[in-house]
């Protein structure tokens, strides 16, 4: 005779509610991800998207604000709702702030760019194209010339930094790489203006595209590691000093 599974009140739970913007999102989500709904597309008009999803106005609404805060659609007054161009730079851009909350997100952050551009910098190293090593000299060479303009270096370095991730060859490590590069960025605009660390910085690309040329993964990936410990401790020893 089979005995039935006693059950405790405590391991009881309630089932969950999913609201119904919510629902609306991931539904919308989802359009996005199969491609029916693509960059630049702008979506029906509210009402017909209401009648059409089987929801309320209101909850609509709700939802287009969820997916406009996180970056995915943008809200045009009297013009409509379009997706965003769903690049890294601006699905990325709200979660700028929710670092900027607390030291340990940057931590956090420092230490994920650490590891993963390490392992990507090695994989990169026997990989690299001929045109892209020289493409690596050409941003070191820039950035030799742009010590005295801190806004035109970052963004050699962030070609620098670019085109080690192509060289990788591997879509998923690039997405996660240029992914954690882009919320890196707001503390790259203050550390490029700490005197001394643009001159830091060239002499540690100059070191990673030594051991590019050399095709060494191994003095690579603890080149690019170096690299990235020390721009964590110059942002760390400016914001104790500010």
Same mark, same amino acid.
């Given at each position: 005779?089979? @005995?039935?599974?006693?059950?405790?009140?405590?391991?009881? @739970?309630?089932?969950?509610?999913?609201?119904?913007?919510?629902?609306?999102?991931?539904?919308?989500?989802?359009?996005?991800?199969?491609?029916?709904? @693509?960059?630049?597309?702008?979506?029906?008009?509210?009402?017909?998207?209401?009648?059409?999803?089987?929801?309320?106005? %209101?909850?609509?609404?709700?939802?287009?604000?969820? !997916?406009? !805060? !996180?970056?995915?659609?943008?809200?045009?007054?009297?013009?409509?709702?379009?997706?965003?161009?769903?690049?890294?730079? =601006?699905?990325?851009?709200?979660?700028?702030?929710?670092?900027?909350?607390?030291? =340990?997100?940057?931590?956090?952050?420092?230490?994920?760019?650490?590891?993963?551009?390490?392992?990507?910098?090695?994989?990169?190293? %026997?990989?690299?194209?001929?045109?892209?090593?020289?493409?690596?000299?050409?941003?070191?060479?820039?950035?030799?010339?742009?010590?005295?303009?801190?806004?035109?270096?970052?963004?050699?370095?962030?070609?620098?930094?670019?085109?080690?991730?192509?060289?990788?060859?591997n879509s998923f490590l690039v997405r996660i790489a240029t992914s954690l590069h882009v919320l890196g960025r707001a503390s790259r605009e203050i550390t490029g203006h700490i005197p001394g660390v643009l001159e830091k910085s060239l002499k540690d690309h100059k070191k990673i595209l030594k051991a590019f040329k050399? +095709?060494?993964?191994?003095?690579?990936?603890?080149?690019?590691?170096?690299?990235? +410990?020390?721009? +964590?401790?110059?942002?760390?020893?400016? @914001?104790?000093?500010?």
């Amino acid at each position: 005779m089979n @005995k039935k599974a006693a059950l405790t009140i405590d391991e009881v @739970k309630p089932i969950a509610r999913v609201p119904v913007a919510e629902q609306v999102a991931q539904q919308l989500l989802g359009l996005i991800q199969a491609g029916n709904l @693509k960059a630049g597309q702008q979506l029906p008009p509210e009402r017909e998207l209401a009648v059409t999803l089987d929801v309320s106005r %209101p909850s609509l609404r709700e939802a287009l604000r969820a !997916l406009s !805060l !996180l970056g995915v659609v943008k809200i045009r007054q009297g013009g409509g709702v379009f997706v965003s161009a769903l690049d890294p730079e =601006s699905l990325l851009g709200p979660l700028h702030f929710f670092i900027s909350l607390d030291d =340990s997100n940057l931590d956090d952050l420092f230490e994920a760019r650490i590891v993963v551009e390490g392992a990507i910098t090695k994989l990169a190293t %026997p990989r690299i194209s001929d045109e892209q090593l020289a493409l690596l000299e050409h941003s070191v060479a820039n950035e030799d010339e742009l010590l005295n303009d801190p806004q035109k270096f970052i963004d050699a370095d962030i070609l620098f930094h670019k085109t080690i991730f192509s060289a990788a060859d591997n879509s998923f490590l690039v997405r996660i790489a240029t992914s954690l590069h882009v919320l890196g960025r707001a503390s790259r605009e203050i550390t490029g203006h700490i005197p001394g660390v643009l001159e830091k910085s060239l002499k540690d690309h100059k070191k990673i595209l030594k051991a590019f040329k050399a +095709r060494d993964e191994n003095a690579a990936a603890a080149a690019m590691e170096s690299h990235l +410990r020390n721009v +964590r401790d110059a942002y760390y020893k400016n @914001k104790k000093t500010s």
